[in-house]
């Protein structure tokens, strides 16, 4: 019963003997009897005629990852396949070609690595044409077949890209009028500044923190966009606070923010001092709203807010302090707070994939205007509850 509840079935045959294809036999023989499987993974798997017909055959089958596999491609007619989300990586250049053409009029998701010469050669070279993809992942690889990836502009219906490494703008040369309608995207500062002006963007989230970027320049190209941010994932330092300003300025549509606090060795929190990372209580020596004389800036929509830190560099961190006196004087509609505490230094895991936190403290504003807690309290609690008003 249990497996006939499984919805994903995983097959990894790195050993490649005779009795790992016996078993790849027998597992995909038995998968039309499982009513939910809605995602198969297939690495180092060798898949004949018949096993097509079966996978392709699925009804409920909708994501396919192929990783250094072979399929070898029928000339009798297949059956209509559901699979709307591809996930292709090293497969030979016949599997590939004979991967994205089956699939080729049903898929909205596709993902691809970025060192695969066989996917850039006949997908975005031109060859295969995919009308419906809307969705498009590009892993990380070497640097040998990236410039290809320019001609993502013949794809006009992608409107959620990601692009998870640090890809250079001159090997992505798009013109303002490619990529028509993204409207999420994934990616590094420098590459979101070439690619969110006059687009309809409304959803970014940074990959990688780059120490270096003034991020004035990311919050520029941000205001730049055709249509509004309104949910938002940033890298930050200690010192955002004092970006406050020019913050709201150029995101007064923000509807859900996600900051991740990386810090250099020596956080600067005002001009005439520092802390070091360890051991720091709050992040804010005078109000968010309120830096050396600046005029209130305020975030009218923002409703959500979710702020991760490394616990081991913070453990005095303050989470009531900061929506206290950081978030509720400029957010005058929050409706829900989270603080999320990792294990694994911040800039170790991505935002746009972030692990189980080790901890959470979450509140939410109840309809008369307090605070009530969603979860256990953070240990050591640095501020009684009372301050907010929250419910234990």
């Keep these: 019963m249990h497996l006939r509840a499984a919805a994903e079935m995983h097959w990894n045959g790195w050993c490649k003997d005779s009795n790992e294809n016996l078993q790849l036999h027998v597992v995909l023989s038995i998968l039309p009897i499982f009513p939910n499987i809605r995602l198969l993974s297939l690495i180092y798997a060798d ?73 850039s050669c006949f997908l975005l070279g031109g060859l295969i044409a995919l009308p419906k993809v809307s969705t498009f992942t590009m892993t990380p690889g070497s640097k040998a077949c990236r410039a290809s990836f320019g001609t993502l502009k013949r794809y006009s219906s992608i409107t959620t890209l990601h692009i998870l490494f640090n890809l250079n703008l001159s090997d992505m040369s798009l013109h303002h009028l490619d990529l028509p309608a993204l409207r999420s995207l994934t990616c590094h500062r420098q590459l979101a500044g070439h690619l969110i002006p006059k687009r309809p963007v409304t959803t ?54 996600t900051l991740r606090l990386c810090s250099p060795k020596r956080v600067y929190l005002l001009p005439h001092y520092f802390l070091p990372v360890t051991g720091l209580g709050r992040l804010s020596g005078f109000p968010f709203h309120n830096h050396f004389g600046v005029g209130a800036a305020m975030l009218p929509k923002l409703r959500w807010v979710t702020f991760c830190v490394d616990e081991h560099d913070y453990t005095g961190f303050c989470s009531e302090g900061f929506l206290k006196d950081c978030l509720m004087p400029v957010c005058p509609v929050l409706e829900e ?56």
């Design 47 to 119: 898949i004949n005629e018949a096993q097509q017909v079966i996978i392709f055959g699925l009804p409920t089958l909708r994501t396919l990852v192929v990783r250094s596999c072979c399929f070898h491609p029928s000339t009798n007619p297949m059956p209509h396949s559901y699979v709307t989300a591809l996930k292709l990586a090293y497969n030979d250049v016949r599997t590939t070609r004979y991967l994205l053409s089956v699939f080729a009029s049903t898929v909205e998701d596709l993902e691809v690595d970025s060192s695969d010469s066989t996917v």
């Design 204 to 257: 970014y989230v940074e990959v990688g923190y780059e120490l270096e970027e003034k991020p004035q320049r990311l919050l520029e190209s941000l205001s730049k966009t055709r249509a509004r941010i309104t949910n938002l994932k940033l890298f930050v330092s200690d010192n955002f606070c004092l970006l406050s300003p020019s913050f709201a300025t150029s995101l007064q549509h923000l509807e859900q923010l």
């Design 337 to 392: 707070f989270e603080c999320l505490y990792f294990s694994v230094h911040s800039y170790r895991f991505p935002l746009y994939q972030l692990p189980e936190p080790t901890r959470a403290w979450k509140v939410r504003r109840l309809p008369g205007g307090s605070w009530e807690r969603q979860g256990p309290p953070p240990i050591p609690i640095p501020t009684p509850v009372s301050t907010l008003g929250a419910a234990p």
